[in-house]
């Protein structure tokens, strides 16, 4: 079974902004809870996202357990949009599309991941029982971090 996470949320900022925030792998860690301790793992040049990076981390998802993920990106199209897209890792398939829409307030910023879960009925039991909350809280966690750092007024 093929899972659906969207969202969208409105960023008060200009596209190179948000472009060069979403682009720098580097970023990735400020939008993913504490708790899962992200830590990217390999080389990853300090330069936008480019159709091809390798980006090697390590998280621990649940119950403090350490797993490997090995993500590539593909289709990028500057300015516009990009896709990850899982080589390794917990699930048996992950693929996750940035989308950025410029309009009057700025820029309006959309995902779409989609998504299998391994192992047959265990994992679409997992998923219903652990997993669909875990993805919403990462997913609210970062809707608040983005809000702190694009829409609220520095004074």
């Known amino acids: 079974m093929i899972?659906?996470?969207q969202s969208e949320q409105q960023l008060n900022c200009d596209m190179e902004t948000a472009w060069n925030f979403f682009s720098s792998p580097h970023n990735?860690?400020?939008i993913t809870p504490d708790d899962m301790n992200f830590i990217i793992v390999n080389e990853v040049p300090d330069v936008p996202i480019y159709e091809g990076m390798i980006i090697d981390y390590k998280i621990s998802p649940l119950f403090g357990i350490t797993m490997k993920w090995r993500t590539k990106i593909k289709k990028v199209r500057h300015h516009l949009s990009f896709t990850d897209q899982q080589l390794k890792g917990p699930y048996k398939q992950w693929s996750h599309f940035h989308e950025f829409i410029p309009?009057?307030?700025g820029i309006l910023m959309k995902d779409i991941v989609r998504y299998e879960m391994p192992f047959g009925?265990?994992?679409?039991l997992v998923h219903r029982l652990i997993i669909h909350k875990k993805l919403?809280?990462?997913f609210n966690y970062r809707y608040q971090v983005l809000e702190e750092?694009?829409?609220t007024e520095k004074k």
């Open 3 to 5: 899972y659906l996470l």
């Open 28 to 30: 990735l860690a400020k």
């Open 103 to 105: 309009n009057e307030h």
């Open 121 to 124: 009925f265990f994992g679409r």
């Open 136 to 138: 919403e809280h990462i």
């Open 149 to 151: 750092v694009f829409n």
